[in-house]
């Protein structure tokens, strides 16, 4: 055995690029996710551990004195979208597009300088194992297996806040058109009755994926799935959305991140807040439930700001469609992150902690961040006790208006459920306590309960 591809964690989906990175490497392919660590790892030579989320980079982080000891004579190496964004203990570094250099990496020829070669199509099949895997959860509450795809790679935006660009800069690849249906194909074949696209934004290339969803739907019009979209895309492309819910589309995540305007230019979202409610209004007409993500606590961040999220969420019927631990994050800055310059200038940034594998900033007032934590903490019980969606909020709500100095509000009332999937999504967040201790522990699967972070 010369070489393994490890996976630490990618949302419970199906590690696509890891599978991908392992074809193209001629590896063996472990998903630290919901397997342990094999015995052969002894007689590995090299080995390739994915961080493309912050979250895995933390999990990498507790894992490498541990490889360090099981393979002695083991050369190591990161890859991903935050391979170069974080500082970790390995010999050697490769972006998400590096695969060339990585493969030359792989077989000790680094020295002998191999020309780089176009990147490739990212959808090689190998082995795929859907148990273990998060899994769609319909409205009706049932529960089907679920399978993960890409039709495109990086993304087209800089939104500052978002690891893509650091590594993309602006740029996509498109996904070839058959490895997508064949991967769609052979999941569909081992039990997947719903798709999550993992594109950044689905709409990047968006006659490219209206004909991926076209040939999906013809080849499996039971299948149901789930994209990540834009609000700017949502608007600009409104006119598509009939056709993606009648080709099975149950649920749009979209990055909403904030309800002040001010807030939204810092991160360069490209969108208002009342954009915001537009994005709401062409989705739920046309069928498709919004689950929005957002990054509550910045730099910028007013506790006027929590209020009016709040009062958002409630106006727009979104209870149902918010996982309680949104509401605790805080703005994640790594190095190289297109906003931390931004936070330099403005005096907002402390120094480089590398514990953290993140640079550390401080609230307006100290009582946001202790807001903060509050609130992640709330969403900690509230998912260990499997507490309806409904009653955290309000006790997340009433927290906000006593720190704001207001009435508590009336209760909402209980919504109806909301399609989703059995993990969390959010974007550029400080990983909850847990999920890092349950990491450090060795522990698999990683569910819902846990609040993982995703880039």
């Known amino acids: 055995m010369t070489a393994v591809v ?17 074809a193209q490497l001629d590896a063996r392919l472990v998903d630290l996710s919901t397997e342990a660590i094999p015995d052969w790892i002894t007689d590995v030579k090299a080995i390739v551990v994915i961080v493309g989320m912050h979250t895995a980079a933390r999990m990498a982080e507790r894992l490498l004195p541990q490889l360090r000891i099981l393979a002695p004579h083991a050369e190591i190496a990161t890859t991903g979208l935050y391979a170069r964004l974080v500082e970790l203990p390995v010999d050697a570094q490769f972006g998400p597009e590096e695969s060339a250099a990585l493969r030359a990496w792989v077989r000790g020829n680094l020295s002998r300088g191999e020309a780089p070669t176009a990147p490739g199509s990212g959808l090689h099949i190998t082995p795929i194992d859907l148990i273990g895997a998060a899994r769609y959860r319909s ?12 039709a495109t790679r990086g993304c087209l935006h800089r939104c500052r806040h978002c690891p893509v660009p650091v590594a993309y800069d602006g740029r996509i690849h498109l996904n070839s058109a058959d490895a997508v249906a064949a991967s769609i194909d052979e999941q569909v074949s081992l039990g997947a009755r719903h798709m999550s696209f993992a594109d950044p934004d689905f709409l990047n290339a968006a006659g490219h994926a209206q004909r991926i969803v076209a040939a999906m ?59 915001e409610s537009t994005a709401v209004e062409i989705l739920r007409r046309a069928g498709i439930d919004v689950r929005p993500s957002w990054l509550p606590f910045t730099p910028w961040t007013t506790i006027d700001h929590i209020v009016d999220l709040f009062a958002f969420v409630a106006d727009h019927d979104l209870v149902a469609s918010i996982d309680p631990v949104q509401y605790g994050i805080r703005l994640l800055v790594p190095k190289g992150s297109l906003v931390a310059d931004r936070l330099h200038e403005q005096g907002r940034l402390e120094t480089y902690d590398p514990s953290a594998l993140a640079f550390p900033w401080t609230a307006h007032i100290a009582i946001l961040d202790e807001l903060a934590v509050e609130l992640a903490i709330m969403a ?28 508590i509000a009336a209760p909402v009332s209980v919504p109806r459920v909301r399609p989703r999937m059995t993990e969390t999504w959010f974007c550029c967040a400080e990983p909850m306590a847990s999920q890092i201790r349950d990491a450090s522990a060795g522990r698999s699967g990683l569910t819902e309960q846990d609040g993982p972070a995703h880039q």
Request: charged share 25%.
């Open 6 to 22: 490890l996976s630490l964690y990618d949302l419970g989906r199906v590690p696509i690029e890891a599978r991908s990175l392992a």
């Open 139 to 150: 409205a009706d509450g049932r529960e089907y297996l679920a399978g993960a795809i890409a």
């Open 217 to 275: 739907h013809q080849r499996h019009p039971s299948l149901t799935w789930d994209a990540t979209i834009k609000v700017e895309h949502v608007l600009r492309h409104r006119d598509r959305f009939a056709e993606f819910a009648a080709s099975g589309c149950t649920f749009v995540i979209s990055a909403f991140e904030s309800v002040d305007d001010a807030t939204l230019l810092e991160l360069d979202k490209g969108h208002s807040a009342a954009d």
């Open 380 to 407: 900690e019980k509230a998912a260990i006790e499997t507490e309806p969606n409904h009653v955290t909020f309000d006790n997340m709500r009433a927290a906000v208006h006593d720190v704001a100095g207001l009435a």
